[in-house]
Nanobody, 125 residues
Framework: QVGLVESGGGLVQPGSSLRLSCAAS????????VAWFRQVPGKEREGISC????????FYADSVKGRFTISRDKSKNMVYLQMNSMEPEDTANYSC??????????????????WGQGTVAAVSS
């Protein structure tokens, strides 16, 4: 089955860390730009990080820059998002997405071809 599946969400205290995983099935993720998005009720989905294919350049939203890191493991056909120094404002549903174009800002240019269903991360007050 062709798709993306996220994992690694959970409940943590402020200042703690989580690592989210984005696993691809049925296609080679290395050929795609991959971005992480997050969304909370009543607000638009926000692109927070993106990694290009080929050159592997990375991009971050100002809200997470310096705290979150995106990376690839080509041998496992996966992309990760390391989230450090988490705060309550980081509570959201986190989704990964892939496009055969490239990163634009912290999101993806053009049509997003493949979406995951998301994993929830929550940070206690």
């Amino acid at each position: 089955q062709v798709g993306l599946v996220e994992s690694g969400g959970g409940l943590v205290q402020p200042g703690s860390s989580l690592r989210l995983s984005c696993a691809a099935s049925g296609f080679t993720l290395d050929y795609y730009a991959v971005a992480w998005f997050r969304q909370v009720p009543g607000k638009e989905r926000e692109g927070i990080s993106c990694i290009n294919s080929g050159n592997g350049n990375t991009f971050y939203a100002d809200s997470v820059k310096g705290r979150f890191t995106i990376s690839r493991d080509k041998s496992k056909n996966m992309v990760y998002l390391q989230m450090n120094s988490m705060e309550p404002e980081d509570t959201a549903n986190y989704s990964c997405a892939a496009a055969s174009s490239w990163c634009e800002g912290a999101g993806l240019k053009g049509y997003v071809e493949i979406w995951g269903q998301g994993t929830v991360a929550a940070v206690s007050s």
